[in-house]
């Protein structure tokens, strides 16, 4: 039973969002860090789950965000000598590469808006993907990707741009370098911010954010129980052992 999680925040407007609310439907208390705030990380002795969410920094960017190399050893840490269950989303998922020993670089182009991504042999045989489609579409915002898998790593899902888009280490170790944490809340917040306006148009031209939140309207739902399937999924050992204990 996940009684208290944490969760690494890069940015205001990239919270937990679907994952919270996940959180909180299974009674979970979620403890925030805001590490581009300067808030510090606490013991992780307490916590049951960590979630690692994404950021518009990229994980070499030590110089202008030293906090990401306090993170990066406390990801180490987590993942390395806990055995408890840890979910990263885009910065998330390439902070856990880098913790593990993989390489993150840019990737070959920006991957921006809802595209496909499919699930290989391995992920839809893989008890972390159990209730997802082979193919599905979803919000995609990143120009970096993993370009070498850290050991014991493997790769569930890709799209035709970037290879790595699910990937899981054992049982307790899910991440994703799409945005499965998304709200309507969410995608109607970056309108009034104009750095999200403006970073959409440069990817995807004038207009870009109207036409992404009508491309969001069907997708939500859809979202949303896929996104529920993963959490669920990556708890169930958790829930299993607590009943056996």
Excluded at 10 to 34: I, N, Q, T
Excluded at 69 to 90: Q, S
Excluded at 96 to 112: D, F, H, N, S, Y
Aim: aromatic share 8%; hydrophobic share 45%; net charge positive.
């Amino acid at each position: 039973m996940i009684r208290r999680a944490l969760a690494f925040q890069h940015m205001d407007d990239e919270p937990p969002g679907l994952f919270g609310r996940f959180l909180a439907e299974a009674g979970a208390a979620l403890d925030v860090v805001m590490l581009h705030r300067g808030e510090a990380i606490p013991s992780l002795a307490p916590y049951d789950f960590l979630l690692v969410m994404g950021g518009a920094m990229d994980v070499w960017e030590t110089g202008a965000h030293p906090w990401l190399t306090h993170e990066v050893a406390a990801i180490r840490e987590w993942t390395v000598n806990r055995n408890r269950p840890f979910m990263g989303v885009c910065l998330g998922l390439q902070l856990l590469a880098k913790a593990l020993g993989g390489a993150v670089g840019l990737a070959r182009a920006p991957e921006v808006g809802f595209g496909k991504v499919e699930l290989n042999a391995l992920g839809a045989s893989h008890p972390m993907m159990r209730g997802l489609p082979v193919s599905f579409k979803m919000m995609q915002w990143h120009h970096a990707e993993v370009t070498r898998l850290p050991a014991g790593a493997e790769v569930l899902a890709s799209s035709p741009v970037s290879q790595v888009q699910i990937m899981s280490v054992g049982r307790d170790i899910l991440a994703t370098q799409f945005h499965g944490e998304l709200t309507p809340a969410l995608i109607a917040r970056w309108a009034h911010l104009p750095q999200y306006v403006t970073w959409l148009e440069e990817a995807l031209g004038p207009g870009a954010y109207e036409r992404v939140r009508l491309q969001s309207k069907p997708q939500m739902p859809k979202i949303e129980r896929l996104s529920r399937a993963m959490f669920q999924n990556l708890t169930a050992s958790r829930r299993t052992l607590s009943k056996a204990a």
